[in-house]
């Protein structure tokens, strides 16, 4: 490109004015010669690259994996998807677990009011005795400690599948988190709201328009049916507990071999729902991925040999 800067006289058109500064004008214009041919690009294949010795360069030695973030960005922390999955594992080892130690405590229940169905007629070995009162408060103290684990990482697992399943539908979810919480530990409005959190929850993992009245399964049926029937039993429980009398003591402890019961039957219904829900929506896990291998190469040609290595080639 080339400018050529091309010169005015100053107007004298108006002689009460000082006369302006000269002006410059640039002018662009195109190079000289003709402009390059573009190179025609090549697209026939000629099979896989070939070098004369090894290349130095090449691909890190590791086993395929996930995309992970980049270290040391905001991005790096976990995505719902992959945490709702790490709850979702947690929560059923724990709630299988709650679920034999309370069926354990009903059991150990069960014993104690049989052993006070025999006392009636016969004295009983203190030993006896000894070893039920000691599987009663162990059970008991032991599915306590774990109903109070299962219950929070059950409650967060939910309220990451509310916020995973409302993200793929495109909206919000349809109860604030203070809610949820509400309606899972304020005792008497629970057995209601509970089970509608539930399904409306369901709702959304099954993909169904927001302004459609969710209809709960009967696994959701079933689980609100065995939340609203620990929570009764156990406040009449705890009731009954509290009055006096041999034949009170002996009602209470039924009472709690149908409570144990009722909260180990809970527990697996639970675990059976968490589990549902994840893999609808995170089907695909990491630990169901298999390891990427070649088991067998068919209809290729023949690689051809390296030439050898000559012994003055720099490594």
């Known amino acids: 490109m080339s400018v050529h800067p091309q010169h005015y006289p100053p107007q004298q058109q108006y002689q009460h004015r000082p006369p302006m ?16 041919r573009r190179r025609a690009v090549d697209h026939r ?21 996930l995309p992970t973030a980049v270290p040391g960005t905001p991005s790096n922390a976990p995505r719902p998807a992959q945490r709702l999955r790490a709850l979702s594992r947690n929560a059923t080892v724990l709630l299988w ?36 009162d000691a599987l009663v408060l162990t059970a008991a103290l032991l599915t306590f400690l774990l109903a109070l684990f ?20 495109g909206e919000r979810p349809p ?23 539930v399904a409306e929850t369901e709702h959304a993992v099954l993909r169904r328009p927001g302004t459609e009245r969710p209809r709960p399964s009967r ?10 029937l620990n929570g009764v039993l156990l406040v009449v429980s705890v009731i009954w507990r509290l009055r006096d009398g041999v034949q009170a003591q002996a009602d209470g402890v039924l009472l709690a071999v149908l409570t144990d019961g009722s909260a180990a039957g809970l527990a697996v219904l639970t675990a059976l729902l968490v589990r549902r829900m994840t893999g609808l929506l995170a089907p695909v896990g990491e630990d169901k991925l298999r390891h990427l291998r070649v088991l067998s190469v068919s209809g290729a040609p023949e690689p051809e040999l390296r030439p050898a290595r000559p012994a003055t080639a720099p490594r």
């Open 175 to 197: 109860r604030p988190p203070w809610q949820v919480l509400v309606g899972f530990f304020v005792p008497g409005p629970n057995l209601v709201m509970a089970g509608s959190i």
């Open 150 to 169: 299962a219950a929070g990482i059950s409650l967060w697992w939910l309220l990451v599948a509310r916020v995973v399943a409302a993200d793929e539908l």
């Open 45 to 65: 294949y000629y099979g896989p690259p070939a070098y004369r010795v090894p290349p130095r360069w090449g691909f890190p030695n590791v086993v395929w994996r």
């Open 219 to 228: 696994l959701v049926l079933a689980w609100w049916g065995t939340w609203a």
């Open 97 to 132: 677990v709650l679920a034999g130690f309370a069926a354990v405590a009903a059991l150990a229940e069960g014993w104690r009011y049989v052993l006070l169905l025999v006392s009636r007629d016969s004295a009983l070995d203190a030993d006896l005795v000894g070893a039920s």
């Open 21 to 36: 500064r000269q002006r410059v004008r640039w002018v662009a214009t195109p190079p000289y010669g003709p402009a390059p």
